[in-house]
């Protein structure tokens, strides 16, 4: 399926972090030698994208974050661009409060990921892909393999992996976040952790060997 470009948007023509994020700047720099600040910029990325969506609804790393994180690391801010737009997991736009991330490579597509994208663009009203729904609530990014195989198809919804999913419990899972829901993440099923369909067969029973 061809992908949709994103809905242009427009960049804030400013960031500064917040005293929460500088707390936790001040501990991720920390962490590192002196002179080795930059290998701070994937969490502090992150904790541009977690204030964007803590203070706009919305979780995404403006440009002027970038600028800003290049600055507190004393790096050129294209280093930080080259990182920003390298991982999937940071946002280049805008995305609504509830970003659907869907994975549709193959051990996903044989247990019936095309029902769960389905099922999304039904609720969501989504035809494309990197698009906000209407009311702001979903956006649905098509992603590689989230390594959870054994527990396809999964959805991950923000930072939450929803396992053993299909087109039912897909329209379930999104009702429920539509009502300000939070549905408890990992198998949808009733499956315990990766054990298989039905229940463990082998470990049933936790026995212990007393010490001589």
Excluded at 45 to 71: H, K
Excluded at 76 to 99: C, Q, S
Aim: include cysteine.
């Amino acid at each position: 399926m061809a992908e949709t470009a994103p809905a242009a948007f427009v960049q804030p023509d400013s960031f500064a972090f917040d005293a929460a994020g500088e707390a936790e700047i001040t501990a991720i720099i920390a962490k590192y030698p002196p002179g080795k600040q930059a290998s701070g910029v994937l969490p502090l990325l992150y904790v541009a994208q977690n204030q964007m969506g803590r203070l706009t609804g919305s979780a995404w790393v403006p440009l002027r974050a970038m600028d800003e994180i290049a600055r507190i690391l004393a790096m050129p801010p294209i280093r930080v661009y080259e990182v920003a737009t390298f991982y999937l997991m940071f946002n280049m736009a805008p995305v609504g409060k509830f970003h659907l991330q869907l994975c549709t490579t193959t051990p996903c597509w044989l247990r019936g990921s095309d029902a769960v994208v389905a099922a999304c663009r039904e609720v969501t009203g989504i035809k494309g892909w990197k698009e906000n729904s209407a009311d702001g609530l979903f956006s649905m990014t098509e992603v590689e393999c989230v390594g959870a195989c054994v527990n396809a198809p999964i959805l991950q919804v923000n930072d939450d992996f929803y396992e053993d999913m299909d087109g039912e419990k897909t329209r379930v899972l999104l009702a429920a976040l539509k009502r300000g829901e939070i549905p408890k993440p990992g198998s949808m099923s009733g499956r315990q952790t990766s054990a298989p369909e039905g229940g463990p067969t082998t470990l049933t029973t936790l026995t212990f060997a007393k010490a001589p």
